[in-house]
């Protein structure tokens, strides 16, 4: 699995926002997500964080390889989890 320059500048954006993530919980949430959606040749993985926020992947397969796009914090009754 690969990031992105985006995806892996991400992690600090987020942190100054108070959402310290790790690169376990965005690989968690591409391998056992609670929702999944294709979008073209994107899919968007989505993982129940906490009781109020789900964590969504944006991600596609390049030669075999999954390579994460971005993700983003949501809040779980916005996207009905």
């Known amino acids: 699995m690969k990031f992105a320059k985006h995806a892996t500048e991400k992690f600090g954006l987020l942190r100054t926002f108070g959402f310290a993530l790790t690169q376990d919980q965005v690989t968690g949430t591409i391998t056992a997500p609670d929702k999944k959606e294709d979008r073209g ?4 993985s989505t993982k129940v964080l906490d ?8 991600h596609e397969e390049r030669k075999g390889i999954i390579v994460v796009i971005t993700f983003y914090p949501v809040k779980r009754k916005d996207y009905g989890l």
């Open 41 to 44: 040749s994107q899919t968007i």
């Open 51 to 58: 009781g109020k926020f789900a964590l969504r992947v944006v």
